[in-house]
């Protein structure tokens, strides 16, 4: 494999991954700005993002298909070529129609992006890299809502509302080209498994993808670390930070920084520990699933505004959230023949934005019903409002907790069945207990009888 050239293809996905992730992030950050521009109320506003992420997630099937079909270059240039044309749609809208027809567009090109960019890099790295680059994939990408934070936030507040989304429309002609110009979809002389089914042989295929329990696993894995995270990040969490919370929006913007920066460092180190520990990677899925619902339980508990060292803790757990939600695409890696891989793909990435967009729409259904029965004196983001609206995550979390929980059954089942036993968790860690113990005893001797 052409090292080089590896690295320049994958340099150039993750940069239009990390394009796609600023214009998906974008609107969060004008979320208070458009409330004005659009004169919308909270369930219109989330209604931006709501639709925007079903157009995402309902191409994500077809998507991984086409992946599979026609290689990711075609689809990550066609991705942020759509991405461009929505976010200048929105430069120029002034009412919500006009606002959501650019977010449909947004949403289809950032569906193109993620599961075409993570296809190239078993076609370009070697296997004992993949873990690592899939999760620095996943993490360099969301630098991208840092652009949102810092650039975008400051050209929006400096210029407007028309220049902000123009110059992000600009960033996606960008991607486009270099993706156009620069990626391959698998290293000369070695022919990227592209699949030429017709419809029949497709829909078969499909149909296997989702009959294996492994792409089922990572499918529910995504939908119980992801949506908690991207709900914050995405649309509830800054309004919920300021008006809820009481925070400056400077600090507000700090947590939210936090996020993807955490997001980073904790990347590397999952991406390690499931190579090495490929038959725990579920046992890690609920771990942090249980650990989300600690800290909101802590944060809403709280009966006033929570200190922020508890704030801080809430966004760390939430960040950690999206380094494991990366386990799931490794789930469909390594459950599925390489040709199936994207479609694989693409079933596990809805669930997690299937949750998120279930979650972000029915608090806005909630904080607006809330409002509207006078609950209270504070208003539409009145902390206690927001405490009641989040504790709807809590519904989500148990579900997804328990699919995983059932459906890892299944898997280990399968394997059992193919002579692979999974040994439990308790008798991996007594077994581990004793080891230590009789080293310790072995250089304990040794010492005494050097002694002697
Ligand atoms: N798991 C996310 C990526 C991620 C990593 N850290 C936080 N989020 C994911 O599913 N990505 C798909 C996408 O299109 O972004």
């Known amino acids: 494999m052409n090292g080089k050239r590896a690295w320049l293809v994958w340099g150039v996905g993750v940069f239009a991954y990390l394009i796609a992730v600023t214009h998906r992030t974008s609107f969060g950050v004008a979320g208070l700005v458009a409330t004005d521009r659009f004169d919308a109320t909270a369930s219109a506003l989330s209604a931006f993002t709501v639709i925007q992420l079903v157009v995402y997630a309902v191409l994500q099937i077809p998507v991984g298909v086409l992946v599979d079909r026609f290689g990711p270059r075609v689809m990550i240039a066609t991705g942020a070529g759509l991405m461009a044309v929505g976010q200048l749609q929105l430069a120029a809208a002034t009412s919500v129609p006009g606002g959501v027809v650019g977010r449909i567009f947004v949403g289809a090109g950032d569906a193109m992006t993620f599961i075409a960019v993570i296809r190239i890099i078993p076609l370009w790295f070697p296997s004992f890299r993949v873990p690592v680059l899939t999760q620095l994939t996943g993490q360099l990408g969301q630098l991208g809502q840092l652009i949102s934070l810092v650039p975008f936030a400051f050209v929006l507040h400096a210029a407007g509302w028309s220049p902000a989304f123009a110059g992000l429309a600009g960033l996606g002609v960008l991607a ?48 119980a670390t992801q949506f908690s995270g991207t709900v914050f990040v995405l649309t509830w969490g800054y309004p919920f930070l300021v008006s809820g919370q009481g925070l400056d929006s400077g600090t507000a913007s700090v947590l939210l920084s936090l996020f993807v920066v955490v997001g980073i460092i904790c990347g590397p180190f999952l991406g390690s520990w499931v190579g090495r520990h490929p038959l725990r990677r579920s046992s890690m899925v ?167």
């Open 176 to 223: 486009c080209v270099l993706s156009a110009a620069l990626l391959r979809n698998a290293p000369q002389g070695m022919e990227a498994p592209a699949s030429k089914d017709g419809i029949k042989e497709t829909a078969v295929n499909l149909t296997t993808a989702w009959q294996q329990p492994g792409t089922r696993l990572g499918m529910w894995s995504h939908f």
């Open 286 to 452: 609920l771990a942090v699933t249980l650990a989300t619902a600690a800290a909101w339980a802590a944060v809403i508990a709280q009966s006033g505004p929570s200190p922020l060292w508890l704030l801080v803790l809430l966004v760390l757990v939430l960040a950690i959230g999206g380094p494991a939600s990366m386990i799931a695409f490794d789930f469909a890696r390594t459950f599925n023949p390489s040709h199936r891989i994207g479609t694989a793909t693409g079933i596990v990435n809805v669930g997690g934005f299937v949750a998120a967009l279930i979650s972000m729409y029915i608090i806005g259904i909630i904080l607006d019903l809330l409002n509207s029965v006078g609950f209270s004196s504070d208003g539409l983001y009145s902390l206690d409002a927001f405490r009641v609206a989040f504790s709807f995550q809590f519904i989500v979390l148990g579900f997804g907790f328990a699919a995983v929980a059932i459906t890892r059954g299944k898997v280990r089942r399968g394997m059992a069945e193919r002579g692979e036993v999974v040994p439990p968790l308790r008798d991996v860690l007594a077994d581990n207990r004793r080891r230590r113990e009789q080293f310790k005893k072995e250089q304990q001797a040794q010492r005494e009888s050097r002694k002697r």
